[in-house]
Every structure is written in C-alpha cells, then in structure tokens.
Nanobody, 123 residues
Framework: VQLQASGGGLVQAGGSLRLSCAAS????????IAWFRQAPGKEREFVAW????????SYQGSLKGRFAVSRDNAKNTVYLQMNSLNAEDTAVYYC?????????????????WGQGTQVTVSS
C-alpha cells in the first residue's frame, strides 16, 4: 500500500487542522493506520491509531480529547482532526500502515509510511 499524507500547514495557537492520509494499492481496509509525529531534535512519537474497520481507536494519552482519528474506507483515507493546537504540536506528521488488527504504539511495527506533512503552530 502507498500512503500520502497531506493537510499540514501554519496555524495559530488554539487553531485546528485536519490531516489526511490517502492510500492506494492494496486493500486499504485490511490495514490498521497510525499517525506519528517528529519534532526537530526529538524522536518520532506515537499520536493515534485506528483499526481496520475504524471501530477502535487509541491515542497518546496527552492528546486524547484534542485529537481525533477517523477513516473512510470507501475513500481509502484516514483523517486526523487536531484541535486546540499549541506550539508543542509543531512537528512533521506521518501516517503508517500495518496489516494487523493489533494496536502497535512503536514505529518499527509499521511496514508502510507516508512522506510526512509539516504542521507548524505559531504562538
């Protein structure tokens, strides 16, 4: 499966963005999708995960309530809605896929990656 992340940009603190991860290739609905992010000088960190059907989700604890992940399998797309953004959310955001129903929080579990989209929050 090929993934392409989009929707990043520059936003003021307190604002919102919706990222998209569009997939092509293999059967999209057989892949669980996760979002990761990497800020300058920091390690890549888990943001959110959604199951193959979209019926289950999981979040980094500190982000739950501000971020929401969803998917539309008919459109081969996963979304990450980000609200109440602050400067600490500034990072490159990546979507990743794994053909498994298990929830994986570490990046090495994912076989396929999008190219990343930059999110910059100005304070």
């Amino acid at each position: 499966v090929q993934l392409q992340a989009s929707g990043g940009g520059l936003v003021q603190a307190g604002g919102s963005l919706r990222l998209s991860c569009a997939a092509s290739g293999s059967t999209f609905s057989s892949y669980a999708i996760a979002w990761f992010r990497q800020a300058p000088g920091k390690e890549r960190e888990f943001v959110a995960w959604i199951s193959q059907s979209g019926g289950s989700t999981s979040y980094q604890g500190s982000l739950k309530g501000r971020f929401a992940v969803s998917r539309d399998n008919a459109k081969n797309t996963v979304y990450l809605q980000m609200n109440s953004l602050n400067a600490e959310d500034t990072a490159v955001y990546y979507c990743a896929a794994v053909q498994s129903g298990k929830t994986y929080f570490y990046s090495s579990a994912y076989n396929y990656w999008g190219q990343g989209t930059q999110v910059t929050v100005s304070s």
